[in-house]
């Protein structure tokens, strides 16, 4: 038995038992401008080819759909769910839930056969699609997700679509098993929360109990590579380059958690200093400046007995920049004597190591330059 009243119920005696979902309907007319609740829990076995509208409700405690097949199109525009049980139910019809509010809200083995709509609706708490079916149109489109986020093992057609554009996520999101071979959206999505993605116990443990694998990292890394790739199949290199970025920072946190010394976390931490994963060609131009000016002031040291530098004299300031200048240029090797002094064993091996630095520092300055040239 379903119990639904306004917030004047008792002046205007219009709290009234519904038996029957359809009925529902009856009240969208007489109270337009009023907020209607829904108050205790209660179960639909089933719902006939018709449009139910529930939208501008209120559910206090708990609405449960599960184990429900439902064949005709519902509204819940604009309400506001306590609780929300969806778990097993089939949805035959269009579901819309626009500018709806979830507190609670169990998406598990859950079918939708026709469009589901969520523009503009925010998710309070951690949420997981599990199992879900979307076997048509599924969009997210505005959608602001406030915890933890995971699509799980989904079933999707060979033309579904699936959109989340504008969608944000402040505690991450992990699609890295989601099974979505299907035509994805991603336009301006924005996903926050990388520094603290050690702490998301629901990422971690898979919304159970246990610590399950794959690491955190590698899930979110998962989620990362499948934007780009979506992007990258839409022509879109702008946005993904930076979720490229996003996957190499995350896949640089894995490492690190394996091993600190791991040769390949050392590899993507130049490249994150030296262009910021291939994005930044004024990192790679400093990059460069700098790791030559290392090794040339070590060079200076191993000469430094023979040298003679007046730290007033403004040709000796000139010739600093010179004999820097010399270093930095990794094509000429003969004639480098800093000051007309000529090199020695640790001065040659200092330029050595230098220029292979100084080297690296040019390549990826010129990959930074051709980031959006590049193949993906």
């Known amino acids: ?18 038996k029957d979902i359809r009925e529902l309907n009856i009240f969208k007319d007489t109270y337009r401008e009023k907020t209607l609740y829904i108050k205790g829990k209660y179960s639909i076995p089933y719902t006939p080819n018709t449009i139910v509208d529930l939208s501008g409700f209120i559910v206090e405690e708990e609405l449960d759909f599960s184990d429900c ?21 089939v949805f035959k019809a269009k579901i819309t839930f626009h500018n709806c509010e979830f507190e609670n809200v169990s998406f598990e083995n859950t079918r939708f056969e026709n469009l589901v709509d969520f523009y503009k609706s925010t998710f309070h708490n951690d949420v997981q699609f599990l199992q ?32 989340f554009e504008s969608a944000k996520f402040e505690k991450s999101l992990d699609i890295s098993r989601s099974n979505f071979h299907c035509n994805l959206h991603f336009w301006n999505i924005k996903i ?26 590698a899930k979110i890394r998962e989620t990362y590579r499948i934007i780009k790739n979506s992007f990258y199949k839409e022509d879109n290199r702008i946005e993904g ?13 894995e490492l690190k958690e394996k091993s600190f010394w791991h040769k390949d976390r050392i590899m993507l931490l130049l490249n994150k ?37 007046d730290i007033c004299n403004l040709d000796a300031w000139d010739n600093f920049l010179k004999h820097f200048l010399e270093v930095i240029n990794v094509t000429r090797w003969k004639d480098i004597e800093p000051f007309g002094v000529e090199l020695n064993g640790f001065a040659y091996l200092s330029l050595f190591i230098g220029r292979i630095f100084i080297g690296y520092g ?5 990959q930074a330059f051709r980031k959006y040239g590049k193949s993906s």
């Open 273 to 309: 200093k030296s262009n910021n994963y291939g994005t930044s060609w004024s990192r790679g131009l400093l990059f460069t400046v700098i790791v030559a000016f290392i090794f040339y002031i070590f060079i200076l040291i191993s000469l430094h007995n023979s040298l003679e530098w």
């Open 1 to 18: 038995m379903l119990e639904v009243y306004t917030e004047s119920s008792k002046i205007a005696n219009a709290t009234r038992k519904i």
């Open 362 to 366: 040019y390549y990826q300055t010129i």
């Open 241 to 253: 380059l930076e979720f490229y970025k996003r996957e190499m920072a995350v896949y640089e946190k």
């Open 132 to 163: 879900v079916d979307f076997m048509d149109r599924a969009i997210f489109s505005n959608v602001s997700f406030k915890g933890e986020t995971q699509f799980k093992y989904n079933k999707v057609a060979k033309d579904t679509f699936i959109s």
């Open 69 to 89: 097949i439902c064949e005709g199109e519902i509204d819940f525009s604009g309400t506001k769910f306590k609780k929300l049980n969806l778990k097993n139910a």
């Open 192 to 217: 926050e929360g990388d520094e603290n993605i050690s702490q998301y116990t629901n990422y971690i443990n898979d919304f159970s109990n246990e610590k399950v694998e794959p690491s955190v990292y």
